[in-house]
C-alpha cells in the first residue's frame, strides 16, 4: 500500500527512542596541567541541549510539526530540566522514568572550537526500565501521523518489531534512524535512514 507524509507543518509526529542531554563546556586552554600531560581548560559557557531522540523532536517541533516524545530517562534533575526545555519548544514528552539509572548525558569539552574530551554518564536501560514503553506507545500512536524510531543503543528500545508492527496496522509510515548493524529489527519500516 502506497504511504504518503502529511504536509510537514500539520505533521503529528511520534518520536520513540533513546533520550539523552548533550552537554558542552566551552573554555580556553592556555596550558597544560602539572598533574598530567593534559590541557587544562577555563570553562567560560556551559551549553545544555536535547540529543538522540530529544534532538530529533526539537528539530520537528523548530520546523512547525507538531512532536511527541516517548523515551527512558532518569527520575534525577537532568530528566526535568531537559523535560522543561523540550516542553519550551513546543515538544510533549512521555517520559518513563528508570528509578536506579541516570538520564543519559553526553559531556563534550571544547576548546578553540576542538572537541578535548568527552565524557557519557550512562547505563544501559533494562526490560524493567521499559515494560511500560508498548504500552504507552499504543496509547499514543493514535494521536500520531507518522512515527520516529531513534535507537542509539541505549536500551530504551528492546521491542521495535512490536513498536513498528502496531503503527503499521494503524496505517502510520515509520522511519527509522539506525544504530548498529542489525537492520532485521527494522523490518516493515516505511523508511530506513
Do not use: W
Not at 559557557?45 to 528539530?59: C, I, K, S, T
Not at 532518569?74 to 522514568?97: I, M, N, P, Q, Y
Amino acid at each position: 500500500m502506497p504511504q504518503s507524509m502529511p504536509p510537514f507543518q500539520t505533521a503529528r509526529v511520534l518520536v520513540v527512542g533513546d533520550v539523552m542531554l548533550d552537554r558542552y563546556y566551552h573554555g580556553s586552554a592556555t596550558r597544560i596541567s602539572p598533574e598530567a600531560p593534559v590541557p587544562v581548560v577555563r570553562v567560560n559557557n556551559q551549553e545544555d541541549r536535547p540529543g538522540g531522540a530529544g534532538n530529533v523532536a526539537l528539530n520537528i517541533a523548530a520546523l512547525g510539526g507538531a512532536a511527541t516524545l516517548l523515551g527512558v530517562v532518569g527520575a534525577d534533575a537532568t530528566a526535568k530540566d531537559l523535560g522543561s526545555r523540550l516542553a519550551a519548544a513546543g515538544v510533549r514528552c512521555e517520559f518513563l522514568e528508570s528509578a536506579d539509572k541516570p538520564t543519559i548525558t553526553k559531556l563534550r569539552v571544547i576548546s578553540q572550537h576542538q572537541q578535548l574530551l568527552r565524557m557519557d554518564f550512562e547505563q544501559q536501560f533494562d526490560a524493567a526500565d521499559v515494560a511500560d514503553l508498548g504500552a504507552r506507545f499504543e496509547a499514543i500512536l493514535d494521536n500520531a501521523q507518522v512515527v520516529i524510531v531513534s535507537d542509539y543503543a541505549k536500551g530504551a528500545l528492546q521491542d521495535v518489531p512490536s513498536l513498528i508492527n502496531a503503527a503499521r496496522a494503524k496505517g502510520k509510515p515509520v522511519i527509522v534512524d539506525p544504530k548498529g548493524s542489525d537492520f532485521e529489527k527494522y523490518r516493515g519500516a516505511t523508511l530506513i535512514t
